[in-house]
């Protein structure tokens, strides 16, 4: 692994483990809307990560059922609507440049991947069914054990599997919660990975294990996650903002209790190979 495919942040949004709110599935707290979108001191480095992946592996990236098209055209504009009072964004036109001074064409390619190419956050669309929502669509640079392909056109049930703690009862509640979010309300939950790899792109088939390497130091990822239901098409916009810190820079009152239920975690001072 290269140098340049490390990047940290120097702190995480937000210490999942930490929150008994957010420790008890599904964990949701309502936040302010304007609160949805997060920006780092990653931004440039991740979205340099971003541009190329959406260049040069943007079938592994993006999916789009065509039902989705509106519904991504509505999310565009609402971060559009949020990064034209957003500091260090200057909009001239159809062209947007970013903080770290890249230029978008706004229009240039579908909306979901412009969406990709202007904030960290990956997003994926599930549209409301009769029944349940599905996953219609994604820009998903940064997935962590898990591949869009394999859960596209699926139910929530079928993307949540193989994830032994979600089971049918707490499947069927996250659907109640989903046809009861109105627009103008915005749910945040996260959770807490341990990795020995920082990449921040962590595909995985089902049914492949996630491997830690024996006396390698361990990171910690944490993916602040978003819901907000689209007004117009109904589409709920489920938001990833992935955060990792080496799990040495925690805090030792943060590590402690981290390691009380994640031993894969290992000794503060494990050796290093």
């Known amino acids: 692994m290269s140098q340049q495919e490390i990047i940290c942040q120097s702190r995480l949004p937000v210490l999942p483990w930490m929150d008994a709110q957010l420790r008890r599935l599904p964990g949701l707290l309502p936040i302010k809307t304007e609160d949805w979108l997060l920006f780092d001191e990653a931004y440039a480095a991740q979205m340099a990560l971003r541009d190329r992946l959406i260049s040069d592996q943007i079938s592994a990236v993006f999916a789009c059922e065509t039902e989705a098209d509106r519904a991504a ?7 559009l609507d949020d990064l034209n009072m957003a500091r260090h964004f200057s909009v001239r036109g159809t062209s947007l440049t970013r903080p770290d001074g890249a230029v ?19 997003f994926a669309l599930l549209l409301p069914g009769a029944e349940s929502h599905h996953l219609a669509a994604a820009i ?15 139910p929530l049930s079928g ?19 989903l046809h009861a979010l109105q627009p103008g309300q915005t749910l945040m939950r996260a959770n807490t990975l341990i990795y020995t790899d920082p990449t921040l792109p962590q595909p995985r088939r089902e049914g492949t294990h996630k491997q830690l390497t024996t006396g390698a130091r361990r990171y910690v990822r944490v993916e602040r996650q978003t819901l907000r239901k689209l007004p117009e098409s109904k589409a709920v916009a489920f938001g990833i903002h992935t955060a990792i810190v080496p799990a040495n820079e925690l805090t030792s009152e943060a590590y402690a209790a981290l390691i009380d239920t994640r031993p894969e975690l290992g000794a503060r001072h494990d050796p290093i190979e």
């Open 140 to 154: 998903l640079c940064f997935p962590a054990g898990w591949i869009l392909t394999e859960k596209l056109g699926r």
């Open 73 to 79: 055209s509505e999310l565009l504009n609402l971060v």
């Open 159 to 177: 993307v949540h599997q193989p994830v032994d703690e979600i089971d049918a009862q707490m499947d069927n509640r996250i659907e109640r919660m």
């Open 104 to 122: 978008v064409e706004i229009g240039a390619a579908h909306p979901l991947i412009t969406v990709g190419r202007l904030v960290q956050s990956d």
